[in-house]
Protein backbone atom coordinates (compact mmCIF):
# COMPACT_ATOMS: atom_id res chain seq x y z
CA UNK A 1 0.00 0.00 0.00
CA UNK A 2 0.95 3.34 -0.35
CA UNK A 3 2.17 5.54 2.65
CA UNK A 4 1.37 9.01 2.55
CA UNK A 5 4.17 10.54 4.84
CA UNK A 6 5.33 13.27 2.48
CA UNK A 7 1.79 14.29 1.85
CA UNK A 8 0.77 13.83 5.82
CA UNK A 9 4.27 15.69 6.49
CA UNK A 10 3.24 18.61 4.00
CA UNK A 11 -0.31 19.07 5.47
CA UNK A 12 1.13 20.00 8.57
CA UNK A 13 3.05 22.02 7.88
CA UNK A 14 0.99 24.03 6.20
CA UNK A 15 -1.52 24.18 8.25
CA UNK A 16 0.89 25.30 11.01
CA UNK A 17 1.78 28.26 9.09
CA UNK A 18 -1.74 29.12 8.10
CA UNK A 19 -3.02 28.81 11.62
CA UNK A 20 -0.20 30.54 13.35
CA UNK A 21 -0.20 33.77 10.68
CA UNK A 22 -4.18 33.52 11.28
CA UNK A 23 -3.88 33.89 15.53
CA UNK A 24 -0.61 36.57 15.27
CA UNK A 25 -2.40 38.50 12.67
CA UNK A 26 -5.72 38.77 15.00
CA UNK A 27 -4.07 38.77 18.62
CA UNK A 28 -0.97 40.61 17.26
CA UNK A 29 1.33 38.17 18.87
CA UNK A 30 4.55 37.01 16.98
CA UNK A 31 3.82 34.17 14.78
CA UNK A 32 7.24 32.68 15.69
CA UNK A 33 6.11 32.28 19.20
CA UNK A 34 3.68 30.23 17.65
CA UNK A 35 5.42 28.13 15.19
CA UNK A 36 7.63 27.32 17.98
CA UNK A 37 5.31 25.98 20.17
CA UNK A 38 3.24 24.60 17.44
CA UNK A 39 6.28 22.54 16.24
CA UNK A 40 6.73 21.09 19.40
CA UNK A 41 3.54 20.19 20.71
CA UNK A 42 2.56 18.75 17.37
CA UNK A 43 5.71 16.34 17.41
CA UNK A 44 5.20 15.21 21.17
CA UNK A 45 1.77 14.85 21.16
CA UNK A 46 0.62 13.99 17.44
CA UNK A 47 3.67 12.44 16.20
CA UNK A 48 1.58 10.51 13.58
CA UNK A 49 1.27 14.15 11.65
CA UNK A 50 4.77 14.17 10.93
CA UNK A 51 4.96 10.53 10.04
CA UNK A 52 8.58 10.67 8.36
CA UNK A 53 11.95 9.78 10.03
CA UNK A 54 12.84 13.44 10.35
CA UNK A 55 15.91 12.54 12.90
CA UNK A 56 17.01 10.01 9.95
CA UNK A 57 16.23 12.52 7.18
CA UNK A 58 17.96 15.60 9.14
CA UNK A 59 20.86 16.41 6.67
CA UNK A 60 18.38 16.21 3.82
CA UNK A 61 15.78 18.42 4.97
CA UNK A 62 18.64 21.05 6.20
CA UNK A 63 20.13 21.37 2.69
CA UNK A 64 16.75 21.62 1.62
CA UNK A 65 15.83 24.51 3.76
CA UNK A 66 18.80 26.13 3.90
CA UNK A 67 19.22 27.61 0.32
CA UNK A 68 15.26 29.32 0.83
CA UNK A 69 15.96 30.47 3.87
CA UNK A 70 18.63 32.39 2.70
CA UNK A 71 17.49 33.29 -0.56
CA UNK A 72 14.35 35.13 0.79
CA UNK A 73 17.00 37.06 3.24
CA UNK A 74 18.98 38.34 0.48
CA UNK A 75 16.13 39.37 -2.14
CA UNK A 76 15.17 41.81 0.54
CA UNK A 77 18.61 43.91 0.12
CA UNK A 78 18.36 46.47 -2.52
CA UNK A 79 20.87 47.98 -4.52
CA UNK A 80 20.06 51.82 -2.87
CA UNK A 81 20.37 50.25 0.59
CA UNK A 82 23.66 48.45 -0.16
CA UNK A 83 25.07 51.00 -1.49
CA UNK A 84 24.22 54.13 0.95
CA UNK A 85 25.20 51.61 4.15
CA UNK A 86 27.49 49.17 3.57
CA UNK A 87 30.03 50.12 5.71
CA UNK A 88 27.80 49.86 8.59
CA UNK A 89 26.53 46.17 6.94
CA UNK A 90 29.70 45.31 6.57
CA UNK A 91 30.77 46.74 10.04
CA UNK A 92 27.72 44.19 11.97
CA UNK A 93 28.17 41.37 9.91
CA UNK A 94 31.63 40.88 10.07
CA UNK A 95 34.10 43.07 12.09
CA UNK A 96 31.23 42.93 14.74
CA UNK A 97 30.72 39.08 14.97
CA UNK A 98 34.56 38.75 14.27
CA UNK A 99 35.07 40.72 17.61
CA UNK A 100 32.37 39.23 19.59
CA UNK A 101 33.34 35.33 18.98
CA UNK A 102 36.39 36.73 19.70
CA UNK A 103 35.50 37.87 23.03
CA UNK A 104 33.67 34.98 23.87
CA UNK A 105 36.74 32.71 23.35
CA UNK A 106 38.73 34.53 25.36
CA UNK A 107 36.34 33.38 28.35
CA UNK A 108 38.28 30.21 28.11
CA UNK A 109 40.87 31.36 30.29
CA UNK A 110 37.94 32.37 32.84
CA UNK A 111 36.80 28.65 33.02
CA UNK A 112 33.07 29.42 32.25
CA UNK A 113 33.06 25.85 30.83
CA UNK A 114 35.97 23.75 32.21
CA UNK A 115 35.40 21.01 29.85
CA UNK A 116 36.08 22.85 26.59
CA UNK A 117 39.47 23.83 25.25
CA UNK A 118 40.16 27.20 23.21
CA UNK A 119 38.99 25.89 19.89
CA UNK A 120 35.97 24.54 21.75
CA UNK A 121 34.94 27.76 22.51
CA UNK A 122 35.15 29.46 19.57
CA UNK A 123 33.53 26.81 18.13
CA UNK A 124 30.24 27.13 20.49
CA UNK A 125 30.18 31.18 20.15
CA UNK A 126 30.74 31.27 16.46
CA UNK A 127 27.42 28.41 16.73
CA UNK A 128 25.54 31.24 18.85
CA UNK A 129 26.45 34.69 17.67
CA UNK A 130 24.46 33.30 14.18
CA UNK A 131 21.15 35.16 14.32
CA UNK A 132 18.04 34.44 12.20
CA UNK A 133 15.94 37.06 10.04
CA UNK A 134 12.95 34.49 9.85
CA UNK A 135 12.29 35.10 13.97
CA UNK A 136 13.22 38.26 13.96
CA UNK A 137 10.81 39.16 10.44
CA UNK A 138 8.52 37.65 12.20
CA UNK A 139 7.99 40.19 15.58
CA UNK A 140 9.03 43.45 13.28
CA UNK A 141 7.21 43.30 10.61
CA UNK A 142 3.54 43.36 12.57
CA UNK A 143 4.89 46.64 13.95
CA UNK A 144 5.13 50.42 12.63
CA UNK A 145 7.82 53.15 14.01
CA UNK A 146 10.95 51.35 12.94
CA UNK A 147 13.30 53.45 10.72
CA UNK A 148 14.20 52.23 7.45
CA UNK A 149 17.77 52.47 8.04
CA UNK A 150 17.21 49.96 11.08
CA UNK A 151 15.45 47.65 9.22
CA UNK A 152 18.19 47.60 6.43
CA UNK A 153 21.15 47.13 9.14
CA UNK A 154 19.34 43.93 10.74
CA UNK A 155 18.15 42.33 7.51
CA UNK A 156 21.80 43.41 6.27
CA UNK A 157 23.36 42.13 9.55
CA UNK A 158 21.40 39.23 9.66
CA UNK A 159 22.75 38.10 6.08
CA UNK A 160 26.53 38.77 6.63
CA UNK A 161 26.14 37.71 10.38
CA UNK A 162 25.16 34.03 8.81
CA UNK A 163 28.38 33.74 6.78
CA UNK A 164 30.55 34.88 8.77
CA UNK A 165 29.58 32.49 11.90
CA UNK A 166 29.60 29.94 9.22
CA UNK A 167 33.19 30.69 8.56
CA UNK A 168 34.48 30.95 11.67
CA UNK A 169 32.80 27.56 12.68
CA UNK A 170 33.79 25.63 9.67
CA UNK A 171 37.55 26.63 9.05
CA UNK A 172 38.53 27.87 12.58
CA UNK A 173 36.59 26.65 15.80
CA UNK A 174 35.56 23.41 14.52
CA UNK A 175 39.21 22.41 13.38
CA UNK A 176 41.04 23.93 15.98
CA UNK A 177 38.60 22.02 18.30
CA UNK A 178 39.42 18.47 16.85
CA UNK A 179 43.28 18.65 15.87
CA UNK A 180 43.97 20.91 18.62
CA UNK A 181 45.85 23.66 17.69
CA UNK A 182 45.20 26.69 15.31
CA UNK A 183 47.80 29.62 15.18
CA UNK A 184 46.40 33.28 14.17
CA UNK A 185 48.05 33.07 11.43
CA UNK A 186 46.69 30.10 9.88
CA UNK A 187 43.06 31.42 11.18
CA UNK A 188 43.34 34.34 9.39
CA UNK A 189 44.61 33.00 6.16
CA UNK A 190 42.09 30.37 5.93
CA UNK A 191 39.13 32.77 6.17
CA UNK A 192 40.48 35.10 4.15
CA UNK A 193 40.79 32.29 1.60
CA UNK A 194 37.05 30.87 2.32
CA UNK A 195 35.89 34.71 1.96
CA UNK A 196 37.81 35.51 -1.30
CA UNK A 197 36.78 32.51 -2.83
CA UNK A 198 33.40 32.83 -2.24
CA UNK A 199 32.77 36.13 -3.03
CA UNK A 200 34.21 35.64 -6.16
CA UNK A 201 32.46 32.47 -7.27
CA UNK A 202 29.19 34.01 -5.93
CA UNK A 203 29.91 37.24 -7.98
CA UNK A 204 30.28 34.69 -11.27
CA UNK A 205 27.13 32.72 -10.23
CA UNK A 206 24.95 36.10 -9.52
CA UNK A 207 26.06 37.89 -12.69
CA UNK A 208 25.59 34.57 -14.86
CA UNK A 209 21.89 34.45 -13.66
CA UNK A 210 21.50 38.34 -13.91
CA UNK A 211 22.07 37.33 -17.55
CA UNK A 212 20.14 34.01 -18.04
CA UNK A 213 16.95 35.83 -16.51
CA UNK A 214 17.29 38.25 -19.54
CA UNK A 215 15.83 35.20 -21.78
CA UNK A 216 12.43 35.11 -20.18
CA UNK A 217 9.65 37.23 -19.11
CA UNK A 218 7.06 35.97 -16.80
CA UNK A 219 7.35 36.40 -13.16
CA UNK A 220 6.68 32.21 -12.47
CA UNK A 221 9.93 31.53 -14.43
CA UNK A 222 12.18 34.01 -12.80
CA UNK A 223 11.45 33.38 -9.23
CA UNK A 224 12.25 29.74 -10.40
CA UNK A 225 15.18 31.14 -11.94
CA UNK A 226 16.28 32.66 -8.32
CA UNK A 227 15.63 29.46 -6.68
CA UNK A 228 17.81 27.70 -9.23
CA UNK A 229 20.65 30.12 -8.34
CA UNK A 230 20.36 29.43 -4.68
CA UNK A 231 20.63 25.56 -5.00
CA UNK A 232 23.32 25.82 -7.62
CA UNK A 233 25.12 28.33 -5.50
CA UNK A 234 25.16 26.66 -2.25
CA UNK A 235 25.85 22.82 -4.14
CA UNK A 236 28.83 24.46 -5.82
CA UNK A 237 30.87 25.94 -3.13
CA UNK A 238 30.35 22.92 -1.08
CA UNK A 239 31.70 21.08 -3.82
CA UNK A 240 34.76 23.16 -3.99
CA UNK A 241 35.00 23.18 -0.46
CA UNK A 242 34.21 26.92 0.37
CA UNK A 243 31.24 28.38 2.47
CA UNK A 244 27.75 27.68 0.39
CA UNK A 245 25.72 30.04 2.63
CA UNK A 246 28.27 33.16 1.79
CA UNK A 247 28.43 32.30 -2.13
CA UNK A 248 24.75 31.95 -2.20
CA UNK A 249 24.34 35.43 -0.72
CA UNK A 250 26.93 36.74 -2.77
CA UNK A 251 25.43 35.29 -5.68
CA UNK A 252 21.31 36.30 -5.49
CA UNK A 253 22.20 39.90 -3.99
CA UNK A 254 24.65 40.40 -7.12
CA UNK A 255 21.73 39.14 -8.90
CA UNK A 256 18.97 41.76 -7.26
CA UNK A 257 21.88 44.24 -7.57
CA UNK A 258 21.83 44.28 -11.12
CA UNK A 259 18.35 44.22 -11.84
CA UNK A 260 17.78 47.15 -9.04
CA UNK A 261 20.28 49.23 -11.02
CA UNK A 262 18.36 48.05 -14.44
CA UNK A 263 15.02 48.92 -13.05
CA UNK A 264 16.55 52.52 -11.61
CA UNK A 265 17.77 53.09 -15.11
CA UNK A 266 14.15 52.24 -17.22
CA UNK A 267 12.70 54.84 -14.33
CA UNK A 268 14.77 57.63 -14.99
CA UNK A 269 14.59 57.03 -18.63
CA UNK A 270 10.26 56.89 -18.26
CA UNK A 271 10.61 60.56 -16.33
CA UNK A 272 13.61 62.23 -18.50
CA UNK A 273 11.51 61.04 -21.42
CA UNK A 274 14.95 61.38 -23.49
CA UNK A 275 14.04 58.66 -26.92
CA UNK A 276 18.17 59.17 -27.85
CA UNK A 277 19.21 57.73 -24.24
CA UNK A 278 16.89 55.63 -24.05
CA UNK A 279 18.17 54.02 -27.85
CA UNK A 280 21.76 54.17 -26.97
CA UNK A 281 20.56 52.34 -23.69
CA UNK A 282 18.90 49.85 -26.02
CA UNK A 283 21.86 48.94 -28.41
CA UNK A 284 23.96 47.95 -25.81
CA UNK A 285 24.46 43.97 -25.60
CA UNK A 286 23.62 43.60 -21.72
CA UNK A 287 20.96 45.83 -21.73
CA UNK A 288 18.88 44.19 -24.72
CA UNK A 289 16.27 42.59 -22.69
CA UNK A 290 15.26 43.55 -19.02
CA UNK A 291 15.68 41.00 -16.30
CA UNK A 292 12.66 41.96 -14.90
CA UNK A 293 10.27 44.34 -13.94
CA UNK A 294 9.29 45.93 -10.44
CA UNK A 295 6.21 44.81 -10.94
CA UNK A 296 7.56 41.30 -11.42
CA UNK A 297 9.88 41.50 -8.36
CA UNK A 298 7.42 42.05 -6.18
CA UNK A 299 5.78 39.09 -7.01
CA UNK A 300 9.00 37.12 -6.43
CA UNK A 301 9.87 38.51 -3.14
CA UNK A 302 6.45 37.28 -1.74
CA UNK A 303 6.95 34.10 -3.32
CA UNK A 304 10.28 33.74 -1.78
CA UNK A 305 9.25 34.78 1.59
CA UNK A 306 6.88 32.05 1.58
CA UNK A 307 9.02 29.27 0.81
CA UNK A 308 11.71 30.62 3.07
CA UNK A 309 9.32 30.69 5.95
CA UNK A 310 7.85 27.27 5.07
CA UNK A 311 11.64 26.35 5.08
CA UNK A 312 11.88 28.11 8.39
CA UNK A 313 9.20 25.82 10.23
CA UNK A 314 10.67 22.65 8.67
CA UNK A 315 14.08 23.78 11.07
CA UNK A 316 11.69 24.20 13.40
CA UNK A 317 10.28 20.67 13.52
CA UNK A 318 14.41 19.36 13.24
CA UNK A 319 14.53 21.65 16.67
CA UNK A 320 11.72 19.71 18.22
CA UNK A 321 13.11 16.44 17.60
CA UNK A 322 16.34 17.23 18.79
CA UNK A 323 14.65 19.19 22.11
CA UNK A 324 14.80 16.59 25.00
CA UNK A 325 14.04 18.13 28.73
CA UNK A 326 15.79 15.89 30.99
CA UNK A 327 18.96 16.63 29.22
CA UNK A 328 18.47 20.50 28.86
CA UNK A 329 17.45 20.97 32.48
CA UNK A 330 20.89 18.87 33.28
CA UNK A 331 22.52 21.61 31.55
CA UNK A 332 20.63 24.61 32.75
CA UNK A 333 23.15 26.80 34.58
CA UNK A 334 25.36 26.45 31.32
CA UNK A 335 22.62 27.39 29.22
CA UNK A 336 21.91 30.78 31.08
CA UNK A 337 25.56 31.82 31.38
CA UNK A 338 25.91 31.01 27.68
CA UNK A 339 22.82 33.14 27.14
CA UNK A 340 23.62 36.16 29.32
CA UNK A 341 27.03 36.28 27.66
CA UNK A 342 26.13 36.24 24.34
CA UNK A 343 23.29 38.90 25.32
CA UNK A 344 26.02 41.22 26.82
CA UNK A 345 28.21 40.80 24.29
CA UNK A 346 25.37 41.92 21.54
CA UNK A 347 24.48 44.73 23.18
CA UNK A 348 28.27 46.18 24.05
CA UNK A 349 28.44 45.42 20.20
CA UNK A 350 25.14 47.52 19.37
CA UNK A 351 26.92 50.09 21.45
CA UNK A 352 28.85 51.47 18.72
CA UNK A 353 25.64 52.68 16.58
CA UNK A 354 24.27 54.23 19.45
CA UNK A 355 27.16 55.82 21.48
CA UNK A 356 30.16 56.01 19.00
CA UNK A 357 28.45 56.48 16.07
CA UNK A 358 28.90 60.16 15.81
CA UNK A 359 32.78 60.25 16.04
CA UNK A 360 32.96 58.96 12.32
CA UNK A 361 31.09 59.70 9.33
CA UNK A 362 31.16 55.85 8.03
CA UNK A 363 28.67 55.25 10.97
CA UNK A 364 25.68 57.15 11.63
CA UNK A 365 24.64 56.99 15.69
CA UNK A 366 21.16 55.29 15.83
CA UNK A 367 20.29 56.55 19.45
CA UNK A 368 19.11 54.50 22.81
CA UNK A 369 16.01 53.17 20.89
CA UNK A 370 18.30 52.07 17.80
CA UNK A 371 20.50 50.39 20.26
CA UNK A 372 17.70 49.17 22.05
CA UNK A 373 16.03 47.78 18.81
CA UNK A 374 19.62 46.39 17.59
CA UNK A 375 20.27 44.98 20.68
CA UNK A 376 17.12 42.50 21.18
CA UNK A 377 16.58 41.79 17.31
CA UNK A 378 19.51 38.91 17.61
CA UNK A 379 17.28 36.51 18.06
CA UNK A 380 19.31 32.84 17.32
CA UNK A 381 17.51 30.29 15.13
CA UNK A 382 17.45 28.06 12.17
CA UNK A 383 21.65 28.56 11.47
CA UNK A 384 22.74 27.54 15.32
CA UNK A 385 20.85 24.13 14.73
CA UNK A 386 22.19 23.76 11.58
CA UNK A 387 25.30 24.50 12.44
CA UNK A 388 25.34 22.59 16.10
CA UNK A 389 24.09 19.34 13.85
CA UNK A 390 27.02 19.15 11.74
CA UNK A 391 29.72 19.09 15.04
CA UNK A 392 30.61 14.70 14.65
CA UNK A 393 28.70 12.57 16.73
CA UNK A 394 31.19 10.89 18.87
CA UNK A 395 32.37 14.37 19.71
CA UNK A 396 32.65 14.05 23.49
CA UNK A 397 31.00 17.32 24.65
CA UNK A 398 28.05 17.10 21.61
CA UNK A 399 25.50 17.04 24.73
CA UNK A 400 26.47 20.63 26.34
CA UNK A 401 26.96 21.89 22.81
CA UNK A 402 23.45 20.57 21.39
CA UNK A 403 21.57 21.53 24.94
CA UNK A 404 23.34 25.09 24.93
CA UNK A 405 22.71 25.94 21.61
CA UNK A 406 18.72 24.70 22.10
CA UNK A 407 18.41 26.49 25.24
CA UNK A 408 20.07 29.84 23.36
CA UNK A 409 17.97 29.73 20.42
CA UNK A 410 14.75 28.99 22.48
CA UNK A 411 15.18 31.71 25.32
CA UNK A 412 16.90 34.31 22.58
CA UNK A 413 13.45 33.77 20.45
CA UNK A 414 11.13 34.22 23.68
CA UNK A 415 13.03 36.45 25.41
CA UNK A 416 14.16 38.74 22.72
CA UNK A 417 10.75 38.69 20.99
CA UNK A 418 8.70 39.30 24.24
CA UNK A 419 10.92 42.54 25.01
CA UNK A 420 10.30 43.78 21.29
CA UNK A 421 6.80 42.60 21.42
CA UNK A 422 6.26 44.49 24.53
CA UNK A 423 8.16 47.50 24.08
CA UNK A 424 6.24 48.09 20.44
CA UNK A 425 3.06 47.31 21.84
CA UNK A 426 2.43 49.65 25.15
CA UNK A 427 5.68 51.68 25.08
CA UNK A 428 6.86 52.70 21.45
CA UNK A 429 4.76 55.30 19.99
CA UNK A 430 6.96 56.40 17.20
CA UNK A 431 5.76 56.43 13.53
CA UNK A 432 7.52 55.45 10.45
CA UNK A 433 8.14 57.94 8.39
CA UNK A 434 10.59 56.61 5.31
Given at each position: MHSFSIEITVMTILLLVIVSNALASRFRIPSVFLLLIGSYSIYMFFPQMIPIDLKGEF??????????IFMADALHLHFEDIRDYWFEIFYLAVVSVAISIAVGASLYYFDLFPELTLGAYVTLFAINMATDAVSVQSILSQFEGIEHRIKVLIEGESLGNDATAVIAFFFIGLPWMLHGEMTVGTATLASLKVFSLSTVLGLAVGFGFYLFLKLFDD?????????VEAYGAYVLAEHFHISGILTLIVAVVTTKVFIDRDIEAHKRELARGDRRYSRQHRRKLLHRFEATTHERMEYIYEMAREFGYIAAVVIFFLLAEMVDVPTLLSYWKEILIMFGVTTLIRALSMAKFAFLGDKTEAIKPVGVRGWFILTFSGMKGALSIILVHM???????RALFESVTIGVVVLSIFVYGSILWVYFMFFDTKKESN
Open positions: DSLVIFAIPLRRSEFFAFVLPHDLPQ
